[in-house]
């Protein structure tokens, strides 16, 4: 078919009806599963920021369900700390549990039977005799949303620390209807997409100045309900170098990498690695990112003995310390990727929309006004990437500069610390405009059929697969 982006609007408007539909019947199990489509539609494609119906819905079916978690008497020196990613090296899980663990708080660590690094998470924390692990068993939506609310009322924590995928209906649905003395603090770990989860939180907590305009003035979140708290990323120092395809002694290389997404819907992020190739043939290029891109795939065909690409790793911190330095993808920049570059002592160097706050990486260091590798437009990164290449004192100044852009560790602890006990941090928000709708139409450019179709094939939901026949079989057939 002639795939246009309507497609995506004509659907959200068909299953938004029959999430009301649902909803309005009673039918709990078919709420849900319209729920959980939805929100997994909505973050793939970006369509909204926020929406306050699917907020409402999945506030008052939950009720239907669970009825309300009352906490009154709770234990204050105890945190449920949920983990809706179960992740041993990517995100933030670790860094808020080791501040937690030596605040001296306990932690019970929720995670689900299905979480890829559970022995991992558990092994790397099993001196820390202050985390308990609990592990949801992955039944049906209705049964873990069960579980989690007698998870909760078992410990009555005086804290829960929501840290999730942006379409957790079961673990959003669950913490929606606790009620008492119990805060509960949403980690907002994408402020820049679609996130279920307003109903279910008491505050949230940002990582910059983006995200606490975004939650007030599109979530609408009160502005006393948003505190901030910049992160570093962990340190992977435990894991040792894997090599590269070439021997690095003999050839230096430029790294990248984060979802293959982030570099669609723009020509610039392939013209600047092709700039890097064509001038300098004595470097090689990797790009460590997984999934399919055709353009990357163009690049390796030009390419085929020095730019390659491969899986997400567990070294990160050793590639990027052997990388000459790191360029972000373009049109959405890697934030993480970008805290691991300096944290390593890699020069980040990124193309950045610096009228839009959303995809502008200053918005992610401490000290913006001295961050001279994000630049404003193809031609200036490229001059600063030959500035470098040609003067080794200028290359060495800015490593050398690199030290102070990111939090410390003492200083996340304190400020955690903080907003648990005031709600507060000494990082103060500030309200600024933001372009919204030139950032959500980055999404648009991505718009495909693919993701139209993948989206359905994965939605586990045997209404919308009846709409959609043809899809069906086709993924149940394999064709």
Same mark, same amino acid.
């Given at each position: 078919?002639?795939?246009?982006?309507?497609?995506?609007?004509?659907?959200?408007?068909? /299953?938004?009806?029959?999430?009301?539909?649902?909803?309005?019947?009673?039918?709990?199990?078919?709420?849900?599963?319209?729920? @959980?489509?939805?929100?997994?539609?909505?973050?793939?494609?970006?369509?909204?920021?926020?929406?306050?119906?699917?907020? #409402?819905?999945?506030?008052?079916?939950?009720?239907?369900?669970?009825?309300?978690?009352?906490?009154?008497?709770?234990?204050?020196?105890?945190?449920?700390?949920?983990?809706?990613?179960?992740?041993?090296?990517?995100?933030?899980?670790?860094?808020?549990? =080791?501040?937690?663990? #030596?605040?001296?708080?306990?932690?019970?660590?929720?995670?689900?039977?299905?979480? /890829?690094?559970? #022995?991992?998470?558990?092994?790397?924390?099993?001196?820390?005799?202050?985390?308990?692990?609990?592990?949801?068993?992955?039944?049906?939506?209705?049964?873990?949303?069960?579980?989690?609310?007698?998870?909760?009322?078992?410990?009555?924590?005086?804290?829960?620390?929501?840290?999730?995928?942006?379409?957790?209906?079961?673990?959003?649905?669950?913490?929606?209807?606790?009620?008492?003395?119990?805060?509960?603090?949403?980690?907002?770990?994408?402020?820049?997409?679609?996130?279920?989860?307003?109903?279910?939180?008491?505050?949230?907590?940002?990582?910059?100045?983006?995200?606490?305009?975004?939650?007030? =003035?599109?979530?609408?979140?009160?502005?006393?309900?948003?505190?901030?708290?910049?992160?570093?990323?962990?340190?992977?120092?435990?894991? /040792?170098? #894997?090599?590269?395809?070439?021997?690095?002694? =003999?050839?230096?290389?430029?790294? %990248?990498?984060?979802?293959?997404?982030?570099?669609?819907? %723009?020509?610039?992020?392939?013209?600047?690695?092709?700039? !890097?190739?064509?001038?300098?043939?004595?470097?090689?290029?990797?790009?460590?990112?997984?999934?399919?891109?055709?353009?990357?795939?163009?690049?390796?065909?030009?390419?085929?003995?020095?730019?390659?690409?491969?899986?997400? @790793?567990?070294?990160?911190?050793?590639?990027?310390?052997?990388?000459?330095?790191?360029?972000?993808?373009?049109?959405?920049?890697?934030?993480?990727?970008?805290?691991?570059? !300096?944290?390593?002592?890699?020069?980040?160097?990124?193309?950045?929309?610096?009228?839009?706050?959303?995809? &502008?990486?200053?918005?992610?260091?401490?000290?913006?006004?001295?961050?001279?590798?994000?630049?404003?437009?193809?031609?200036?990164?490229?001059?600063?990437?030959?500035?470098?290449?040609?003067?080794? %004192?200028?290359?060495?100044?800015?490593? &050398?500069?690199?030290?102070?852009?990111?939090?410390?560790?003492?200083?996340?602890?304190?400020?955690?610390? /903080?907003?648990?006990?005031?709600?507060?941090?000494?990082?103060?928000?500030?309200?600024?405009?933001?372009?919204?709708?030139?950032?959500? &139409?980055?999404?648009?450019?991505?718009?495909?059929?693919? !993701?139209?179709?993948?989206?359905?094939?994965?939605?586990?939901?045997?209404?919308?697969?009846? @709409?959609?026949?043809?899809?069906?079989?086709?993924?149940?057939?394999?064709?």
């Amino acid at each position: 078919m002639n795939f246009q982006y309507q497609y995506f609007e004509k659907e959200f408007e068909k /299953s938004k009806k029959e999430l009301k539909k649902a909803w309005k019947q009673g039918n709990i199990y078919k709420t849900l599963c319209y729920l @959980r489509y939805l929100t997994c539609f909505y973050y793939t494609i970006n369509y909204t920021l926020s929406d306050e119906e699917l907020e #409402e819905i999945t506030q008052d079916i939950s009720f239907k369900l669970l009825g309300e978690t009352r906490i009154e008497r709770t234990d204050d020196n105890t945190v449920i700390f949920y983990d809706g990613f179960g992740l041993a090296t990517r995100g933030l899980a670790n860094i808020y549990v =080791k501040a937690l663990c #030596e605040l001296g708080f306990q932690i019970v660590w929720v995670m689900y039977e299905w979480a /890829s690094d559970f #022995e991992e998470i558990q092994n790397k924390f099993a001196k820390e005799n202050n985390v308990q692990f609990i592990k949801v068993a992955a039944e049906n939506i209705l049964e873990r949303m069960k579980k989690l609310q007698g998870i909760v009322q078992d410990i009555s924590p005086k804290y829960i620390f929501i840290y999730t995928l942006p379409d957790d209906v079961t673990g959003i649905g669950a913490f929606s209807t606790v009620k008492g003395e119990a805060v509960r603090f949403l980690v907002d770990l994408t402020d820049h997409a679609f996130w279920l989860g307003k109903c279910a939180s008491d505050y949230v907590i940002g990582f910059r100045n983006v995200g606490y305009n975004v939650a007030i =003035k599109y979530r609408k979140f009160n502005e006393d309900q948003v505190v901030l708290l910049p992160y570093y990323p962990e340190k992977r120092e435990n894991y /040792s170098f #894997e090599g590269m395809p070439f021997d690095i002694k =003999k050839h230096e290389f430029v790294f %990248s990498g984060g979802s293959v997404y982030k570099i669609e819907g %723009s020509q610039l992020y392939e013209n600047m690695v092709r700039y !890097i190739l064509d001038k300098y043939p004595e470097i090689y290029f990797v790009y460590a990112g997984d999934g399919k891109s055709e353009k990357l795939d163009q690049i390796k065909r030009s390419y085929a003995e020095r730019f390659f690409q491969i899986n997400e @790793r567990k070294d990160l911190d050793q590639i990027m310390k052997n990388a000459k330095f790191y360029l972000s993808t373009y049109p959405m920049f890697g934030a993480l990727m970008t805290q691991y570059a !300096i944290q390593n002592n890699c020069i980040p160097v990124s193309l950045c929309n610096m009228e839009n706050p959303l995809a &502008n990486p200053t918005t992610l260091v401490i000290h913006p006004e001295k961050a001279d590798y994000f630049l404003p437009s193809f031609d200036e990164t490229c001059a600063f990437i030959d500035r470098m290449m040609k003067d080794s %004192s200028y290359y060495r100044f800015i490593k &050398n500069d690199l030290a102070d852009q990111v939090i410390s560790e003492k200083e996340f602890r304190e400020e955690l610390e /903080s907003i648990m006990l005031h709600g507060t941090s000494k990082f103060q928000g500030y309200k600024e405009e933001i372009d919204i709708q030139s950032f959500l &139409n980055i999404y648009k450019k991505r718009a495909s059929k693919e !993701i139209y179709v993948k989206t359905i094939y994965n939605s586990r939901n045997k209404w919308v697969y009846r @709409r959609h026949l043809l899809i069906w079989l086709r993924k149940k057939l394999k064709i």
